[in-house]
């Protein structure tokens, strides 16, 4: 039998939880967006790699595909993240050494162990990670309740068939 001043008390505990149980499912779907959309810029950019490896191996084509097939390539890749349309694509090729096609200089950083003796080919994809499920923020304080708007960059290198 309840003593009269108890009656109410599961109100409060249910008021006082329900607020952070709905701020952690807040957070898992974000986070679960986050990782999923790490995956697919992380397999456009391998997609992308993969054209361009490919170049005149496959039936049909005699040169390599321009930049710009690959461009689209990777972003049609991408139709699946929400502001796909805003990702960067950068995409250029390495000739014994001299860049053949620099984009903002994507080739800078590679380094290859046979430079005289192959063509490698580098995709770059950035794309700006924005939380499905928007949140408050204060960003003044660095205080985010999910995750805050993220740059997500993958880079595929590969060696291209001569």
């Not at 249910?14 to 779907?29: D, T």
Request: proline share 7%; charged share 10%.
């Amino acid at each position: 039998m309840k003593r009269r001043n108890e009656q109410g008390q599961a109100l409060i505990e249910f008021a006082v939880v329900v607020p952070l149980l709905i701020l952690l499912i807040v957070n898992v779907v974000n986070f679960g967006a986050f990782l999923y959309a790490g995956i697919v810029v992380s397999n456009a950019a391998r997609t992308g790699a993969d054209a361009m490896m490919m170049g005149p191996a496959y039936a049909g084509s005699q040169t390599y595909d321009s930049p710009t097939v690959i461009t689209s390539l990777v972003s049609d890749d991408m139709k699946s993240l929400p502001n796909y349309a805003t990702a960067t694509i950068t995409v250029c090729s390495n000739n014994n050494g001299t860049a053949e096609k620099p984009y903002d200089g994507c080739l800078a950083s590679v380094t290859d162990p046979q430079p005289l003796a192959s063509v490698v080919g580098q995709v770059t994809v950035t794309y700006n990670y924005t939380a499905l499920v928007p949140s408050w923020d204060f960003p003044g304080l660095g205080i985010h309740t999910t995750l805050p708007p993220t740059s997500i960059t993958r880079r595929a290198t590969t060696r291209l068939i001569q």
